[in-house]
């Protein structure tokens, strides 16, 4: 990540499930096995089309020890940058995306872009709509975030429109170095955000879990926070000098010159 970059995900004051970049990021569910045709997309056009390989795992033992077992990671991230750093070519990150069954995959884009989306669809569907859209996010679907710039924020779930708010709180600069605490979960359900106050701590994460709704869960800036006000100098008032000494008024007279004899 450059130095531009980086000053852009410290400045972003908008984000959109729907829309990824910078450190937004969507997670979601996979339980059918097979080859799953992935369709990605920036500003809603196909970008590049791919294939998402979900390995079904025995039952026997749990889905994670047995995914371990046989080579398969139960979890999935897809990096977007690589089709941003290379446009139409396949990236050897993209050639080979295979995950287990009752697992999940993680779509984020890189820092200093945005419009990503992804489409994944059935095995053999793909005249079918897609079972997963990130434009509108459905049960069991995340959305997840890490916001920097201090202010008030409006939460709104642009499906039904349902808001909450959020406030990132200013750093408070001290001789102790500051750790970010775990991320703030929030629940999204057909009543709307739970809870509908949020309060974040500097660079702290939000996760949104989607439940029995469908979203598109979008965070916008309302109110800046740029911190106290400087102080204002202490300007001691110097007081005036001492009077000087004062001497008793009198008038000057010139002498008379002296008389000379004779005169």
């Known amino acids: ?57 025995p039952k026997d033992t749990g889905a994670v020890k047995d995914a371990a077992a046989a080579n398969v990671p139960a979890a999935l991230q ?31 884009a890189p820092a200093g872009t945005s419009g990503f989306a992804a489409q994944l669809h059935a095995s053999g569907a793909t005249d079918q709509p897609p079972v997963f859209d990130s434009r509108q996010l459905g049960n069991g679907d995340i959305f997840a975030t890490t916001m920097f710039r201090p202010g008030r924020y409006t939460v709104t779930n642009k499906v039904n429109n349902a808001q909450a708010q959020l406030r990132v709180s200013y750093p408070v600069i001290s001789s102790t170095p500051y750790s970010p605490p775990e991320a703030f979960e929030v629940q999204l359900d057909q009543n ?12 702290q994460g939000i996760v949104f879990h989607i439940s029995n709704t469908l979203a598109r869960i979008t965070i916008d800036l309302v109110e800046p926070d740029d911190g106290p006000p400087p102080a204002q100098a202490q300007v001691q008032a110097i007081p005036p000098p001492p009077p000087g000494r004062i001497l008793p008024d009198f008038t000057w007279v010139k002498p008379e010159s002296p008389k000379t004899p004779g005169s």
């Open 78 to 108: 897809i990096d977007l940058s690589a089709i941003v750093n290379a446009p139409g070519q396949l990236s050897a990150k993209l050639s080979e995306l295979v995950v287990a069954a009752s697992g999940y995959t993680m779509f984020h």
């Open 192 to 203: 709307g955000f739970q809870p509908n106050d949020i309060q974040l701590k500097p660079a």
């Open 1 to 57: 990540m450059n130095l531009i970059s980086k000053l852009g995900v410290l400045t972003q004051t908008n984000y959109d499930s729907g829309s990824l970049g910078g450190l937004a990021s969507v997670v979601h569910p996979v339980t059918e096995a097979g080859q799953h045709p992935l369709t990605i997309l920036q500003t809603d056009k196909a970008v590049q089309s791919l294939v998402l390989t979900v390995q079904s795992i």
